[in-house]
């Protein structure tokens, strides 16, 4: 005897990654199995092709794997690096970038700033000055400590300095904030289906500059699964380079459908826009700072630090007790932070309910649920 399971409220999920999955994308996972070399799956790539390009903002080819955004990650290490990288280092994952490198067993030099802190152009363009490198990593919305960082301006400081590549983790940016390979001249630009494009997670997404491409050809020990060449050789024939999960791609065509008939990218940016400054304001009025300074604030997810006495493990059971889920710090911020995923298929209205439930959170007494 089967039991039914209520779901649970669709746009109460504010973690930072997963985030809510609209019910309209599940619902195309149910679809049945179909070949991965049938004429049915090259017609699916092909209808994405178009609708990705526009989404990443890129004229090349959008490859997409079987893989969380780490594995692109590495990806961009291994095709990408020669020798040595300079990485920045600013939170947990620009920290996992770093070991990426050490771990496809290249050289790895470190430019690093306090938790909450960016990195800006001009640090970046000293550090290449004292030491040569052939790659720079960095993470441009650092989902540990809600930095957005000037990426941008580091693609203009890279292009002085003959063959660096610029590796970009876009995971909690792309789709949620301007992110622009082909005008800013990103080398390397990566993300995964689990933030701002809201799916589940389980794909990565990436776009290889000509320069990567012609880097990548010369590099050995760029593996098999996480072959650059091989994934846009595949990409161009509107195929998998192996036997992908066919209901994740199911899923990413009703949603790319979904933000095409919503506006565009353009659309989902402002939307995103918009909800980072609804916690900025609702922080303002109450005295509550933001980890980031201002001009640095990621669109996506916002770090918040909290006032005296109070502590996350509290604030986040609060809110649970509610219904309501959000992520408590990260690391050493853990217990002196939390994090506000407003990312996906999230609305202003849905957050001001939420942000609604958090002050009521923070004028409870400590320890008191």
């Not at 669709?10 to 991965?36: E, K, Q, S, Y």
């Not at 030491?131 to 400081?157: I, N, W």
């Not at 993300?191 to 990567?212: I, Y």
């Not at 303002?284 to 604030?297: K, S, W």
């Amino acid at each position: 005897m089967s039991v039914s399971v209520p779901a649970p409220a669709f746009g109460r999920f504010f973690l930072p990654g997963p985030t809510d999955v609209h019910p309209d994308v599940l619902a195309a996972m149910l679809r049945p199995m179909i070949g991965h070399r049938s004429s049915a799956m090259e017609q699916i790539l092909k209808d994405l092709a178009p609708k990705l390009g526009a989404l990443c903002r890129t004229a090349r080819p959008v490859v997409v794997g079987t893989t969380s955004a780490t594995g692109f990650m590495e990806m961009a290490v291994r095709n990408g690096v020669r020798r040595r990288a300079l990485s920045i280092v600013n939170g947990a994952f620009s920290e996992r970038f770093a070991k990426v490198v050490h771990a496809a067993g290249k050289e790895c030099i470190r430019l690093d700033v306090p938790l909450g802190a960016a990195v800006e152009p001009d640090m970046l363009r000293d550090a290449l000055r004292r030491t040569p490198v052939d790659a720079v990593t960095v993470v441009h919305s650092e989902t540990s400590t809600g930095v957005l960082q000037d990426v941008d301006g580091f693609a203009r400081v890279t292009k002085e300095f003959d063959d660096v590549l610029l590796l970009v983790d876009a995971v909690t940016s792309m789709a949620g904030s301007p992110v622009e390979p082909d005008r800013w001249g990103l080398d390397f630009t990566f993300t995964g289906s689990q933030k701002a494009l809201a799916l589940p997670p389980g794909l990565a997404l990436g776009v290889a500059s000509p320069r990567m491409m012609e880097r990548a050809r010369t590099l050995e020990g760029r593996g098999l699964y996480f072959d650059l060449v091989s994934f846009e050789q595949a990409t161009l024939k509107f195929q998998p380079t192996n036997t992908p999960a066919l209901s994740l791609v199911y899923a990413l065509q009703a949603q790319m459908d979904r933000i095409e008939r919503d506006g565009g990218v353009e659309t989902r940016w402002c939307r995103h826009e918009a909800m980072r400054r609804c916690v900025e304001a609702w922080a303002a009025e109450r005295g509550i700072a933001f980890l980031p300074c201002e001009g640095r604030r990621s669109w996506t997810v916002s770090c918040l630090k909290l006032p005296a006495g109070k502590s996350a493990k509290d604030v986040v059971g609060a809110l649970k007790e509610q219904g309501w889920t959000i992520g408590s710090g990260y690391g050493a911020l853990k217990d002196t932070t939390i994090r506000i995923g407003h990312m996906g298929d999230h609305t202003v209205a849905a957050l001001e309910e939420l942000l609604a439930v958090l002050a009521r959170a923070l004028a409870r007494p400590q320890g008191v649920l």
